[in-house]
């Protein structure tokens, strides 16, 4: 089966008769589902279920839904329930502050928002109210002013299924918002189902989901990633899905152990977070057979620690590259052969555009054309899956686009077999130098670091965060460690909760340097975020 209609999905699926169960590490945030275990068939009644209340609250073909909620797979049945109506849905992370969800509120100016009142009182507190920027709002938990209870349109029964051109927008994500406020980015059927959730549906040897397998994301659930991977892995029916939401090394590892994964995908932040467990001797990913990585890099001790833990001689690590505007440009694939011998470095090197899917050139920044292999430069993409274009930012859009070709906005080296090596975003970039390969080595040498992020200040030195348990650092071990490195400023120690993160995990760079330095900017010019 291939990923179609995002509306019918889970019916198509239950219809098939697939056996696969979904565990869930805590319940879902709709109404009427209480359990932690389901079938595809409660999942498609639950699906019709909510487009029932949905249409009740108000919302009609061709409308705008907003979901701003706690992290769950649960943004994805609210999703295909007003894709099932013929509504837009548009997913935004819970982690939005509000000087970043207010501007998407006031660009998509939807005609419902779901959320919650613990959410709404959180942005009122801070002076603004998200209720204000939607026709009407629904609240999941508790009731609020200005506000519908959930309980106030359920029951109600859901329209026929309405179907849309391919492509017609589907659905809208958010970027990661690592330099401010998000750009929101829409999709097709043609572009996210058609053009790279079918391209997943397909059992590949060795990396292709098996029908014996338990699959197991811990991901960000508003962003574009999971909706197209929702649509894929219950194409593929394994014998189990489990979902984490919880960023506890502790609650994931207990509910890990009930549901060991063979197929485990995760934000980097997460991987990084779930480290520790494999030192254990019945840490739960001694069957895991296949790793997947997106979003960012992953560190190499992170790497060798996930695949030296592994029972499977023959695991792989899937790592891969793209963007929410363009969905994966390159894959590289790890195993325990190819990390040996202690090269720090391994994580940068992308691997290869994804077959007869993509193309990449390099281009000098200030002049825009073609270098040669070697030379650094503007990574630009050419993809048949590239979204159709940013809401309320046309003119944002039509800066990045250029005769076919997508402006990534990231500095990267082609080689001459024409693998990718990634060195910075332009906008973190300081010429001769990859904060990102800095803070590989750093992460290799200093075993103690949970994380380094290396800040770009324009005309100093880069300045080294660490992240560590405690907010403290070894400054002997950091000077024995940087003797051969370029040179950096005085290293600043951070405990892991001060650093400001995107719903994804990723660190918020300019944010960071903001509270170091008390300006935002950075080493790059920043045309292309």
Known sequence: ??????????????????ATLVHLDRPFDLPGAGAVTHDLAQLAVLVEETA??????????????????DNHWDYDLLACAAIRLGAVPAQLSAHLDTGQLIPLLVRLTPRLLVTTAALLERHRAAGEDPARHAGRTVVLDTPAEGAVAVDEVRG?????????DADAMLVINHTSGTTGVPKLVGHSTRTIIHKLARFESFRYPRIGVRRDD?????????????????????????????VVTSRSPHATDLFLRDHPPTVFEALPDVFNRLRPLTGRLDHPFRRTRLF????????????????????????????????????????RFHTRRSLRGGRATDARDLGHPVPFKTRLRVVDPGTMAPLPAGRPGLL??????????????????????????????????????????????????????????????????????????????????????????????DAEAFKRATVDLPPLAEPVARAD?????????????????????????AAGTGRWT
């Not at 089966?1 to 697939?18: H, K, N, Q, V, Y």
């Not at 574009?224 to 929702?230: D, I, K, S, V």
């Not at 800066?399 to 332009?426: C, M």
């Not at 001060?498 to 170091?516: N, S």
């Open 497 to 521: 909760a001060t650093i400001p993160r995107t719903g994804t995990g990723k660190v918020r760079r300019h944010a960071l340097l903001e509270q170091l330095t008390g300006s935002p900017e």
């Open 292 to 331: 997947v990585s997106t979003y960012d890099a992953v560190h190499p001790p992170t790497l060798r620690a996930f695949l030296g833990g592994t029972e499977r001689r023959d695991a792989v690590w899937m790592q891969g590259w793209g963007q929410t505007e363009t969905g994966p440009l390159t894959f």
């Open 156 to 164: 109600a029964r859901a329209p026929g299924p309405r179907r849309r």
């Open 380 to 473: 630009l993409a050419r993809t048949g899956a590239r979204s159709p274009g940013y809401v309320g930012e046309e003119e944002r859009w039509q800066a990045k686009e250029r005769d076919g070709w997508w402006n990534t906005g990231d500095i990267g080296v082609r080689d001459r077999l024409g693998a990718v090596r990634l060195l910075d975003r332009e906008v973190d970039h300081a010429p001769g130098l990859s904060c990102l390969a800095l803070e590989d080595v750093l992460e290799d040498r200093l075993p103690w670091l949970l994380e380094c992020v290396v800040l770009t200040p324009p005309g100093r030195d880069p300045l080294p965060v660490l992240v560590t348990a405690d907010g403290g650092y």
């Open 214 to 242: 338990t699959v197991v994301n811990a991901s960000s659930y508003a962003h574009g990633r999971t909706f197209c991977w929702t649509a894929s892995v219950l194409c593929l029916a394994p014998r189990e899905i489990a």
């Open 1 to 18: 089966m291939r990923p179609d209609d995002m509306g019918t999905l889970f019916d198509e699926c239950a219809s098939r008769g697939g």
């Open 52 to 69: 029932g209340w949905l249409a009740a609250a108000g919302l009609r073909p061709g409308d705008r839904l907003v979901i701003v909620k």
